[in-house]
């Protein structure tokens, strides 16, 4: 917009207030056409994200400080100012109008080691995801985005708080099945945990002992490495959850996982996995 001003002079003396130039009659008839242009260029030679973070508003609160509200309060997310209250009912108006109509869009991007991260947001609050009737729409929203990631070539798409909930999508297990042929990687916290706890363990290991073996996290560990042929002893008393997840694996890896009770089954183990509080 303020390029303009140095290219002809007498436009666009503002920044970023194209208002004080209407009001000024110093507005440049060319900058909506500019901006449009440089809009669709970006779009089409912009560069492709290598990592997306998938999140979404949390209550109205929380969505007056993202930085494109206000961008000095934005700094100090966990603080409460004196004019806030009022604008709460803009704020509820907002939400409104995004349950309606708004799509999934673009909150930050940084640069960390030379790959672009950017985090997009869906535009659900927290509390509407615990409402049986807006399940479904949540879900369209969360599978766009990822077919979005897959068609522009981002390599990790992370759902992020709610949008993995496992009543809600089974952590985001409904979309890969549904879309088998997926290049981009669909994960949350809890796999990329996983893997960095497998990226510790050793390849000449060949038995493991898993606490909390049940849990969404050690149920992946465990599958993983059952399928390296790593023999696992999943430490639960429920030998439903154990059966479940047994039934998940290989029919031919299914024999490298055993249910144990006690931590004494453990005792000539090298290797432990604790993912649940040990009580003397």
């Known amino acids: 917009y303020h390029s ?152 990790v798409i992370s759902l992020a708080a709610l949008n993995k909930n496992e009543a809600l999508n089974m952590g985001g297990t409904l979309f890969v099945n549904k879309h088998p042929n997926l290049r981009v990687r669909v994960v949350h916290g809890n796999t990329l945990t996983a893997a960095v706890i497998l990226n510790e363990i050793s390849e000449d290991v060949k038995e493991v002992f898993l606490t909390g073996a049940t849990s969404k996290l050690g149920r992946a560990i465990a599958l993983y490495l059952c399928r390296r042929r790593v023999r696992v002893l999943m430490l639960t008393l429920s030998t439903e959850r154990f059966q479940m997840i047994q039934k998940e694996a290989p029919t031919d890896c299914q024999k490298y996982l055993a249910q144990v009770t006690k931590y004494h089954a453990a005792q000539n183990c090298k290797t432990w996995i604790v993912g649940k509080w040990i009580t003397p």
């Open 4 to 155: 303009l001003h140095h290219t002809e002079m007498g436009t666009n003396y503002c920044l970023f207030m194209p208002l004080y130039d209407a009001l000024g009659n110093t507005l440049n008839t060319k900058s909506w056409e500019l901006h449009k242009k440089i809009s669709l260029d970006s779009g089409k030679n912009g560069r492709v994200p290598d990592f997306v973070f998938l999140a979404h508003v949390v209550d109205l609160t929380s969505a007056m400080h993202v930085p494109f509200v206000f961008r000095s309060f934005g700094s100090k997310p966990f603080s409460t100012k004196i004019f806030l209250p009022p604008l709460w009912p803009l704020a509820f108006l907002s939400m409104v109008v995004m349950w309606a109509k708004s799509k999934t869009f673009l909150v930050s991007f940084y640069n960390l080691r030379g790959r672009l991260h950017q985090t997009w947001a869906v535009p659900r609050f927290g509390f509407q995801y615990f409402l049986p009737f807006a399940r479904e729409g949540i879900n369209k929203h969360i599978e766009e985005a990822i077919l979005r990631t897959d068609r522009l070539g981002v390599k």
